[in-house]
């Protein structure tokens, strides 16, 4: 079985500048992909950036990046510039081979951006 | 591209009754399709995941009796919460898997059940 774990429930910043976010996981499989999802109050589930286990460089999608730390299992998202926008409940997902299974999140971080 | 829409968006039931949720996949074609539970302040967990034409994987703890899960087309399926009680009531969101894009899931906007 694979779990994800997030032990922050609840992250502030403020308004512009840096948060990170910790998720570690833990699968038996080598082939696995890692994501973070965004859900704002609509409850929608919005991706905000994916990462290839076997890829060694780190994703980035504009202001937000990880840190992927394959042998420790750790995938901690970076926020730069934090935006009122931001503010929203942040899951971290893992799928294994070829995406044919269902995903498995974390609790989830809540952010808060203080203005 | 990749939308994924449910409908209904909000539904109330009564007790004993039966509820469809849809899920389709308007832009692309989905050979599979998962349906994820959400309790207040809680994560997703994933229910079952169905995959066209053939019958639905249920995740374990989860009553394949109670939760008819559909998948008939490339673009639609369909889940069916029968004989609803209040401890069924929840968020229900579907994702959907581009063929095409294996890794990626594409959410729809979720369905909140109330049972009466």
């Known amino acids: 079985a694979q779990t994800v774990t997030q032990s922050q429930p609840e992250m502030s910043v403020q308004e512009a500048e840096t948060v990170t976010l910790s998720c570690t996981y833990d699968?038996?499989?080598?082939?696995?992909?890692l994501f973070w999802y965004k859900q704002p109050p609509s409850r929608q589930m919005i991706l905000v950036i994916r990462?290839?286990?076997?890829?060694?460089q780190n994703a980035t999608e504009n202001r937000f990046s990880v840190n992927f730390q394959k042998a420790a299992k750790s995938f901690s998202l970076k926020i730069s510039d934090s935006q009122l926008g931001d503010a929203a409940m942040y899951f971290c997902?893992?799928?294994?081979?070829?995406?044919?299974?269902?995903?498995?999140f974390g609790k989830g971080t809540h952010l808060i951006i203080q203005p | 591209g990749a939308v994924v829409s449910q409908h209904p968006s909000w539904v109330i039931c009564k007790s004993g009754t039966s509820v469809k949720i849809e899920c389709r996949s308007l832009?692309?074609?989905?050979?599979?399709m998962f349906w994820y539970r959400q309790f207040p302040k809680q994560s997703l967990m994933l229910m079952a995941t169905?995959?066209?034409?053939?019958?639905?994987?249920?995740e374990q703890g989860v009553e394949k009796d109670k939760f008819l899960i559909n998948h008939a087309s490339l673009t639609l399926s369909t889940l069916t919460v029968t004989s609803a009680h209040p401890e069924d009531s929840s968020f229900y969101i579907c994702?959907?898997?581009?063929?095409?894009?294996?890794?990626?899931?594409?959410f729809g906007p979720g369905t909140r059940l109330t049972v009466l």
């Open positions: 994702s959907a898997r581009d063929r095409l894009v294996g890794n990626e899931q594409f």
């Open positions: 699968t038996s499989e080598s082939d696995y992909y």
């Open positions: 990462q290839e286990a076997y890829k060694q």
């Open positions: 997902a893992l799928i294994s081979g070829g995406g044919a299974d269902g995903l498995t």
């Open positions: 832009d692309f074609q989905a050979t599979t």
């Open positions: 169905s995959n066209e034409g053939s019958k639905a994987t249920y």
